[in-house]
């Protein structure tokens, strides 16, 4: 069993309400748009982390993480990336990973929406958790956790903070 914390369009904010609702998970899967490689190593000092770049993201980071993370938890194969799209509307480059792959669960950021669908079509659970930081035209800031285990998906909950909640420990 492993619980799961995603998070996207952090923009370089890691504070203490995201801290807290990620607290008990066990590794955070990260959609782009961290902000700079120096968050992203705050965010895996904290928890083990998965992640891909976005299309804010710069050369470090892009050195760092790839467009694209597959990767197996729990016996769950995963597919991540920033720009994804969502269910009949996926990014071109997205629906041939898609294919390739054939995850159980899809993680996409950057719309700043947050979005959970099961796609009947490709067979996976759809995940964008929002955005996790204070910059864009968001609102609310957003955040997903839940549980995989075996092969069940189960527990999700989100996390909501206004969008000028920025305090940092």
């Known amino acids: 069993m492993r619980r799961i914390g995603v998070i996207s369009d952090t ?4 504070d203490a309400p995201l801290r807290d609702f990620l607290r008990d998970v066990d590794e955070i899967w990260h959609a782009g748009d961290i902000g700079s490689i120096e968050l ?4 895996a000092a904290f928890k083990p982390l998965r992640a891909v770049y976005g299309n804010i993201d710069g050369g470090a980071t892009r050195y760092t993480y790839s467009d694209f993370n597959c990767f197996e938890v729990e016996g769950v194969k995963v597919l991540m990336t920033h720009i994804g799209g969502y269910p009949r509307h996926y990014d071109p480059r997205a629906v041939a990973r898609i294919q390739q792959v054939r995850p159980m669960i899809f993680v996409a950021g950057h719309s700043h929406i947050l979005r959970i669908i099961y796609d009947k079509v490709y067979d996976m659970l759809h995940i964008n958790p929002g955005a996790a930081g204070c910059y864009g035209f968001h609102k609310v800031r ?3 956790r839940f549980t995989i285990e ?3 998906i189960k527990d999700m909950e989100i996390g909501e903070w206004p969008r000028t909640a920025t305090t940092r420990d």
């Open 142 to 144: 957003t955040a997903v």
């Open 11 to 14: 923009h370089g904010t890691f």
């Open 40 to 43: 992203a190593d705050e965010i």
């Open 150 to 152: 075996g092969s069940q």
